[in-house]
């Protein structure tokens, strides 16, 4: 049983590249999240989706957008990378009427 | 927006020392969670508590929903080095699937 599996596990972007960061949970859960993680300043939450179809901004949206693509995968995107953007990045899921989140390994990205 | 304030921010210890460490926030939550990240993994979901007043240990690790329900403790008892990692408390003031809210996060560090 994977749990949540991210891809990939580190990247480096140049200022105003694009890319995809991907999620997949095997556990059947309705809800996912997205989550940015820097140093001292805890998990904030980028984006996150409630149940199949649906998404939902967070704290900290700009700079991003997320599709959830079936109830398995919620892909998130940069569409110009900045290095204000450089943070490890957190999927998490959730079944539904369950408060208890489970995470990926995160993804380790570096713009420059 | 809603903040969870973490206490302390590190903790130096020795092995055996006793750990505990608290989270407070200015609003009511209805469930309290605490998770523990070891170096370049996502968090871990130690304990999650849903009644005010709830006491609820997982091995060495016991875990208080306040009262007032604007606070919760974690202790560890009887430390070891496998301990070391970054401890946060996360809450949920809405309902279930929706994100929650995560402290900044206790260093814990033990010396044998």
């Known amino acids: 049983n994977a749990g949540v599996t991210q891809t990939p596990k580190f990247q480096v972007l140049k200022t105003g590249q694009s890319m995809t960061l991907q999620c997949a949970q095997d556990?059947?859960?309705?809800?996912m999240y997205w989550y940015r993680q820097d140093p001292g300043m805890g998990l904030r939450l980028i984006y996150y989706?409630?149940?199949?179809?649906?998404?939902d901004k967070g704290e900290v949206p700009n700079g991003y957008n997320v599709s959830r693509l079936n109830k398995r995968e919620f892909s998130l995107r940069l569409e110009s990378a900045a290095p204000s953007q450089t943070s490890v990045y957190f999927c998490?899921?959730?079944?539904?009427?369950?408060?208890?989140?489970?995470f990926g390994p995160g993804t380790r990205l570096t713009v420059t | 927006g809603q903040q969870l304030n973490q206490s302390p921010q590190s903790m130096f210890i020795q092995e055996g020392e006793d750990v505990s460490m608290n989270c407070t926030s200015s609003?009511?939550?209805?469930?309290w969670l605490w998770y523990k990240q070891d170096p370049g993994e996502g968090p871990v979901l130690l304990i999650a508590?849903?009644?005010?007043?709830e006491l609820t240990s997982n091995g060495r690790l016991t875990a208080q929903f306040g009262i007032t329900r604007k606070d919760s403790f974690l202790n560890i008892s009887a430390s070891i080095p496998s301990d070391v990692g970054i401890y946060f408390c996360?809450?949920?003031?809405?309902?279930?699937?929706?994100?929650?809210?995560f402290g900044k996060g206790t260093t814990l560090s033990v010396s044998s």
């Open positions: 609003s009511i939550f209805n469930t």
């Open positions: 998490a899921s959730s079944a539904a009427y369950s408060y208890e989140q489970y």
């Open positions: 996360a809450g949920q003031p809405n309902q279930a699937g929706t994100a929650l809210i």
């Open positions: 989706s409630a149940s199949e179809g649906t998404t």
């Open positions: 556990m059947n859960h309705n809800s």
């Open positions: 508590l849903y009644k005010a007043g």
